[in-house]
């Protein structure tokens, strides 16, 4: 069983900037993947940017790319997703998972408000 841990979101105002950080404890495994999907208001959970311990591989979705970054800590079951220039359209819920040995587990979720 993995525990994930989220921090970070809020509110901002369009073109500010974020980030949000989930840490992954439990049973963990060095080959992993692990990132975040988000569920805007109404609409269904959509991929958002993930990392990926197979390879060293980081993964965006098209409407984030050049303003999101993933990234790995130090500690390497814990990544961090900077948001910038961020728009009203990524208001979401954003969830943090965590992929390994066959099964995913999700984080809690954490709240991103941006306002225009």
């Known amino acids: 069983q993995v525990q994930l841990e989220e921090s970070g979101g809020g509110l901002v105002q369009a073109g500010g900037s974020l980030r949000l950080s989930c840490a992954a404890s439990g049973r963990t495994y060095s080959m992993y993947s692990m990132g975040w999907f988000r569920r805007p208001p109404g609409k269904e959970r959509e991929f958002v940017a993930a990392f990926s311990s197979f390879g060293g591989r980081f993964d965006y979705a098209d409407s984030v790319k050049g303003r999101f970054t993933i990234s790995r800590a130090n500690a390497k079951n814990t990544v961090y997703l900077e948001m910038n220039s961020l728009k009203p359209e990524d208001t979401a819920v954003y969830y943090c998972?965590?992929?390994?040995?066959?099964?995913?587990?999700w984080g809690q979720g954490t709240q991103v408000t941006v306002s225009s």
């Open positions: 998972y965590y992929d390994s040995n066959g099964s995913r587990s």
